[in-house]
Structure formats: structure tokens, C-alpha cells
């Protein structure tokens, strides 16, 4: 079970890494196979669903790692807006590794049209969003923002690191990360403060798989 297990792992990874590069049409499983080194007759036993199961599974992946970046960042940050700061800065050093080459595994979904063929991919790719924005709120508000202000700074980080990726892939250029990172930086210094800090909360449990 653990060779079959870890095959799986294996495969979701590499469709992630295949679909931020690539797309989700363009994101075969010939080449998901040959980056993961699996065997063919892995599919069919670990995604019997199809394409869009394994799409499904690397998308809730990206979501994952996506919240322990943001948690590893909160850890790290000594208010808001440095967690925006540092959140912003891991996207563009990681695009500049890439060469321009990364997007984001969740788009595609939206952007090729995949929620039109499969409501189930629809409904991952809300929740995967949604998952990413709820941990940055929650942080938001430990470091003392208001919870409405957290939660609209929280969509617009998401929205704003989504859109720097693409003009950046575009352009080449590190500047849109940082155009972002300097505007919502600012917003998150002049944000509303709540009366009291949460600081010592729970996050907000993620959903189990």
C-alpha cells in the first residue's frame, strides 16, 4: 500500500506542477506518467474518475501548500503588513525561479472553461480559493484587524498575487508583485483594528480529505 500510495503522491504532484505550467487542457496523463515516473496502470487505479479527479486532487494540493506558506509567513511576520509583505515576496521569488514560467494551478479551472465540463471541479476550485482567503483572514485578525477589513484585505491579496502572475509571466518582470505588495502593504498599515487581538486563536480548521 505504500508504493501504491506513494505513487499517487507522486502523480498529484506532478499534475500540479504540469497544470500551473501548462494549463488544464493542455496537462495530459502521458506527461503527468513521465514527470512522475509512475507506471500507466497507475491512472485508471488511482484517479478511476478520470482526468478530472486527478485535476481535483492536484488543485486541493496547491491549496494545502498554498495555507502552510501562509502559515509559515505569519509565523514569521510581526503584523499585517509585513505578512502581506512576505506572502507577496514568496510568489515573486518563486515566479522568478521559474524563469516565468508558474502559474497557479487553480485558474486554469476558471480561465479554460473545466468548471463548464464538472460541477465537482467547479465547486474545488470555490473551495480551494475560499481555503487560502479564510487562513489570511484569520491572520489578518490576529495581528488586530478589523474582521470585515481582514476579510476584504485577505480577498484582495488572493485577487492581487492571482493577477500578478499573469501580467508578471507576461511582462517578464518582477514589478507587478510589487505594485501589489506595496499597495495592500499600505492598506493593511491603515487598515480598521479591532479592540483586541486574537493573536493565541485557532486557525480555522482545514477540511480533511
Known amino acids: 500500500m505504500g508504493a ?10 506532478a499534475a500540479k506542477q504540469l497544470m500551473r505550467e501548462r494549463g488544464y487542457h493542455a496537462t495530459a496523463f502521458s506527461d503527468v506518467l513521465k514527470l512522475s ?9 488511482h484517479f478511476p474518475d478520470g482526468k478530472t479527479q486527478l485535476a481535483a486532487e492536484a488543485v486541493e494540493a496547491h491549496a494545502r501548500e498554498q495555507v502552510d506558506i501562509i502559515d509559515r509567513a505569519a509565523e514569521q511576520a510581526a503584523s499585517a503588513a509585513e505578512l502581506v509583505e512576505r506572502y507577496v515576496d514568496l510568489g515573486r521569488d518563486g515566479m522568478a525561479a521559474s524563469g516565468y514560467s508558474r502559474g497557479c494551478a487553480i485558474a486554469p479551472l476558471v480561465t479554460e472553461g473545466a468548471t463548464q465540463e464538472s460541477a465537482d471541479l467547479g465547486e474545488t476550485g470555490r473551495r480551494a480559493f475560499s481555503e487560502m482567503i479564510d ?5 489578518f485578525m490576529t495581528f488586530g484587524v478589523e474582521q470585515a477589513a481582514a476579510r476584504a484585505l485577505a480577498d484582495a491579496v488572493i485577487a492581487g498575487v492571482e493577477g500578478a502572475m499573469i501580467t508578471s509571466r507576461a511582462r517578464r518582470s518582477p514589478a507587478p508583485y510589487d505594485a501589489v505588495k506595496m499597495t495592500l502593504a499600505d492598506f493593511a498599515t491603515r487598515a480598521p483594528r479591532s479592540r483586541r487581538t486574537r493573536r493565541m ?9
Open 37 to 45: 515516473g509512475t507506471p500507466r496502470g497507475s491512472v485508471y487505479f
Open 135 to 139: 487562513r489570511l483572514a484569520f491572520h
Open 201 to 209: 486563536a485557532e486557525p480555522p480548521p482545514q477540511r480533511a480529505d
Open 4 to 13: 501504491r500510495s506513494d505513487a499517487k503522491v507522486k502523480m498529484v504532484q
